[in-house]
Nanobody, 123 residues
């Protein structure tokens, strides 16, 4: 069983940047594909990005392509989401998630979840 803890959220102005981190413990991080999801006020939780075990397969939701970069450092048991050119519509609670096997876009494919970190982008 893997415990995931997100950090790095905060309040930024539109056009700014944040880097989120997801630290894993209690399992073998290098055996899990990882993903980032977000839930905006009044909205359902939605896919943001995912990365394969070795980092060779990466998927992004269309609205973040070119702005966000997902990465992982298996030696540090940590996944990252670099968010640039942030927009007010990026405001949400961001969650990291893990699963065995390939990266997926579907929420119900993930077995492990963090508690979330708030990202607020002001206009």
């Amino acid at each position: 069983q893997v415990q995931l803890v997100e950090s790095g959220g905060g309040l930024v102005q539109a056009g700014g940047s944040l880097r989120l981190s997801c630290a894993a413990s209690g399992g073998t991080f290098s055996m899990y594909a990882m993903g980032w999801f977000r839930q905006a006020p009044g909205k359902e939780r939605a896919f943001v990005a995912a990365i394969s075990i070795g980092g060779g397969i990466i998927n992004y939701e269309d609205s973040v392509k070119g702005r966000f970069t997902i990465s992982r450092d298996n030696a540090k048991n940590t996944m990252y989401l670099q968010m640039n050119t942030l927009k007010p519509e990026d405001t949400a609670v961001y969650y990291c998630a893990g699963r065995g096997g390939r990266p997926e876009r579907l929420i119900n494919k993930y077995d492990y979840w963090g508690q979330g970190t708030q990202v607020t982008v002001s206009s």
